[in-house]
């Protein structure tokens, strides 16, 4: 069982669109972290987010942490072909930390 | 560039060999973590260390050992390798206690092939 859901898994848009991924758990976090991987490449830290309800702005890159600390999205406006890669969701539980398996976005020029 | 420098980046080896990884972390970082990561599995925790102490312990095989040196660096050793090792592993180094914010900066990686 995966402790971190992430959806959709591939999602492929034209650019200009908007788009939001999921990131859901059944159990608590005492953080999450949003990074993005490209091919050949480690995962390159976004965000953190730590108390729930917070919202993250990194441009056009929009991060909210649920209420409960359970679940977090990210949202793109206006989708770039730079926006391309896979997004991983993170958190911090047990010493651990512990990743999704991603959503693998495509920007289509 | 995010400071964590990962050895080799690339190694192909037969089955049954016996490879080391090496890791060298951020300037500063005491917490160093092992991740395997494929294609069907996605990022796999393996073993964290923090300032040469095994701290957490995820989905390591038995055959998989790690250890971290007193200059932090640390190494990941495979052992009797099979091809189902073959994968990206990542190494991972954060500033201090992961119970805090848990941001984690990571090398390249390097990519195994056995076969």
């Known amino acids: 069982t995966q402790l971190l859901e992430q959806s959709p898994q591939f999602l492929s848009i034209q650019e200009g669109e908007n788009l939001t991924v999921y990131c859901n758990s059944s159990s608590v976090f005492s953080s999450l972290q949003w990074y993005r991987q490209e091919p050949g490449e480690g995962p390159v830290l976004l965000v953190t987010v730590v108390t729930g309800g917070e919202v993250k702005k990194l441009k056009r890159l929009t991060f909210q942490f649920g209420d409960a600390r359970k679940d977090s999205s990210l949202h793109i406006t206006a989708a770039q072909p730079g926006d391309t890669g896979l997004y991983l969701c993170?958190?911090?539980?047990?010493?651990?930390?512990?990743f999704g398996k991603g959503t693998r976005l495509h920007i289509l020029p | 560039d995010s400071g964590v420098t990962q050895t080799p980046k690339h190694l192909i080896t037969a089955t049954g060999q016996r490879v080391t990884l090496r890791c060298s972390p951020r300037s500063g970082d005491l917490s160093v973590y092992w991740y395997q990561q494929s294609l069907d599995q996605g990022l796999q925790f393996l073993i964290q260390y923090y300032n040469g102490e095994e701290r957490a312990k995820g989905n390591i095989l038995e055959r998989f050992s790690a250890q971290q040196f007193p200059d932090l660096h640390s190494e990941l050793n495979l052992s009797s390798l099979e091809l189902g090792d073959s994968a990206l592993y990542f190494c991972a180094s954060s500033v201090g206690d992961v119970l805090g914010r848990g941001e984690a900066f990571f090398g390249q990686g390097t990519r195994l092939t056995v076969v």
């Open positions: 993170a958190g911090s539980r047990d010493d651990k930390i512990i």
